[in-house]
């Protein structure tokens, strides 16, 4: 079931999905496990067959979500070279593409404030006491 929701997702829901870790000293500096992958971003590959190997991000492919990394280049047979797609689960962010200044103000915005005590005084209203009506008794009149 969830590889058909992720196959039947639109293209928004699915590239928020191709997000990544971040390094030890990116988690500690924005208090951020993770982040979505973006052009530009400096990543370290840590499985497979190109592990070790550090890059920046050319470019991201929503439907295999996967990243093309710069220096990863694969040889055709008739010469010619092309990027190996890597999946983002399998690289960790170790540099931010600070671009995007609404990405860095989110990433710096994480803390949130303690919870205020919600200490809203109402003013008293005045409760006046209701008159009690008591209902009259009617008497039947039986005829014999």
Do not use: C
Request: glycine letters at 6%; hydrophobic letters at 30%; a positive charge.
């Amino acid at each position: 079931m969830r590889n058909q929701q992720n196959y039947q997702a639109f293209q928004q829901i699915r590239s928020k999905r191709i997000g990544t870790n971040m390094s030890k000293q990116l988690r500690q500096k924005y208090t951020h496990r993770s982040i979505r992958v973006v052009t530009g971003d400096t990543v370290k590959v840590v499985r497979g067959e190109y592990k070790g190997i550090e890059g920046k991000v050319t470019k991201i492919i929503i439907d295999k979500s996967s990243v093309a990394i710069e220096g990863i280049k694969k040889e055709k047979l008739k010469g010619g070279k092309f990027d190996v797609l890597i999946h983002s689960s399998n690289v960790i962010i170790t540099s931010l593409n600070t671009d995007d200044k609404w990405r860095v103000r989110i990433l710096e915005n994480k803390d949130k404030p303690a919870a205020k005590p919600k200490t809203v005084v109402k003013p008293k209203t005045v409760v006046k006491p209701k008159t009690v009506v008591k209902p009259k008794t009617v008497v039947k009149e039986v005829h014999k």
